[in-house]
């Protein structure tokens, strides 16, 4: 059979009666108009799809909802999972088709960290959307270091130098700084442990031995799940914290706690959710991973549309996907970010799920997490600097997304310039908090530039 077929869809023919003057009826008909989708062979059109409760699943639930994965010939069912390792998990053991995953999850089981598999990412989902809260005491202390703008309020980015003599305090007191992040290879890791070190304070490394990622560390860093981050703050086991959205928010909301910075800050338009399945999967079932790829670019597109942003409130609220109250997840998912309580700004970038080429899954936003699990110790070896591009590319798979979106341009869903003309990395970019500069095409070069983390020698 052909891989692909074509499905033509048409607007039925409408009768209208129209009486004359003499009582004779005359009859009119409006043509019928013909408009020609291609749709794909579909190998597995029953799926199940995971996700973790935060705003950035919404490609997914837009796709369910607004009928985008049925346009494909998918029937998709999508099931929220307690912890990214169980997400994790239950990918790599077929029990989910594929799943919202934090984007070092694939790349750190195909670079010897953690559990190994061959998992492969065709869609990003979304660039930014995390931020870093600390507790009220801790923000007290924070906030007479912090520079203030012409209107009196802290002025933005606010960066760790603020924090540092209040983790001195505690030191001086007996009492380690304890902070939380979602996983040990999730952006949020890699984002506290960056906007640390640039203000020269040790976030701890890893060893093979000390999977914790605490030795010289002046900060604890412990994982905790996205959606305890705002319970686990108030009762003061840790006293601050990475995460995504709404859980920032939800502090703000409680008043228990306040954002000082958000990862656009730490990096400007950081890739952040990835969504992945198996290798074994894409291999045995290519057109439905396509299918899945053309529903999930629509959806990006849709949320990235002007006023669709207060509908997509609405359906992440549903109890089934994120269901936090409407009004914290609008905090962030209108173009805002609510920081110190009362102190909301405009932030239109926060959450990004199209523009910049946000779905394409770029061989340097991979590279860069390789970059990172390296400087931290996760990857234990120095490694040469091919080695950097030919694993990201056995894992970041634009071929899959460019078919998908080829198709949906002929389809005219999207403009063929949303196709970005690239050989998969991003130019070089100094959009860090500490304007350190990373070109995905000197990986060594960008870990030696660090104070803080592993030096590699070029190794051949």
């Not at 990214?84 to 010897?112: E, F, T």
């Not at 102190?343 to 970038?349: G, H, I, N, S």
């Not at 080829?406 to 389809?411: D, N």
Request: with cysteine; glycine share 8%; aromatic share 10%.
């Amino acid at each position: 059979m052909k891989s692909l077929l074509k499905r033509s869809s048409w607007i039925l023919p409408i009768a209208v009666l129209l009486f004359a003057c003499g009582g004779e009826k005359k009859k009119e008909t409006v043509v019928a108009e013909k408009t020609e989708t291609t749709t794909l062979e579909i190998e597995k059109p029953q799926l199940t799809f995971g996700f973790i409760k935060l705003t950035d699943m919404a490609p997914l639930a837009i796709a369910k909802e607004k009928g985008f994965f049925e346009d494909e010939g998918l029937f998709v069912s999508v099931e929220a999972q307690s912890n990214w390792k169980n997400v994790l998990d239950r990918v790599i053991d077929g029990q989910l088709d594929g799943s919202h995953m934090l984007a070092g999850q694939p790349i750190a089981a195909g670079a010897g960290f953690g559990r190994q598999a061959e998992l492969v990412t065709p869609f990003s989902m979304d660039l930014n959307g995390n931020g870093i809260t600390v507790s009220n005491d801790v923000w007290s202390k924070m906030k007479p270091n912090v520079p203030k703008g012409a209107d009196g309020k802290p002025a933005h980015p606010i960066k760790a130098d603020a924090l540092k003599p209040v983790i001195a305090d505690y030191k001086a007191s007996g009492k380690p700084f304890k902070m939380g992040m979602v996983f040990p290879v999730s952006t949020h890791n890699y984002e506290i442990r960056y906007w640390l070190a640039a203000a020269g304070i040790h976030p701890g490394m890893y060893t093979a031995d000390n999977v914790q990622g605490q030795i010289d560390a002046e900060v604890l860093l412990s994982v905790t799940p996205p959606p305890q981050m705002p319970a686990t703050l108030e009762s003061g086991t840790i006293y601050g914290y990475c995460v995504g959205e709404p859980w920032n928010q939800q502090a703000v909301f409680k008043g228990i706690g306040v954002p000082v910075t958000t990862n656009y800050d730490i990096w400007k338009n950081n890739p952040e959710k990835v969504f992945v399945m198996t290798k074994k999967f894409v291999d045995a079932y290519p057109n439905t991973a396509t299918a899945v790829t053309k529903a999930l670019i629509r959806a990006g597109k849709w949320l990235d549309e002007p006023g669709n942003r207060a509908e997509a409130v609405k359906i992440l609220s549903m109890s089934q996907y994120v269901g936090a109250d409407e009004a914290v997840l609008a905090n962030s998912m209108t173009g805002t970010f609510e920081f110190e309580k009362g102190d909301k700004r405009e932030m239109p970038d926060f959450n990004v799920f199209y523009k910049y080429n946000a779905t394409y899954p770029f061989y340097s936003d991979g590279i860069w997490f390789l970059t990172q699990m390296r400087r931290w110790g996760q990857i234990p070896e120095a490694k040469p600097a091919d080695w950097y591009a030919s694993t990201i590319k056995d894992i970041y798979r634009p071929d899959i997304w460019t078919k998908a979106a080829k198709i949906l341009v002929e389809e005219g869903k999207i403009p063929a310039s949303d196709i970005p003309d690239t050989d998969g990395y991003k130019p070089a970019t100094t959009d860090f908090i500490d304007g350190t500069s990373y070109d995905a095409k000197d990986p060594i070069g960008y870990i030696n530039s660090f104070a803080i983390g592993n030096k590699d020698k070029a190794v051949q």
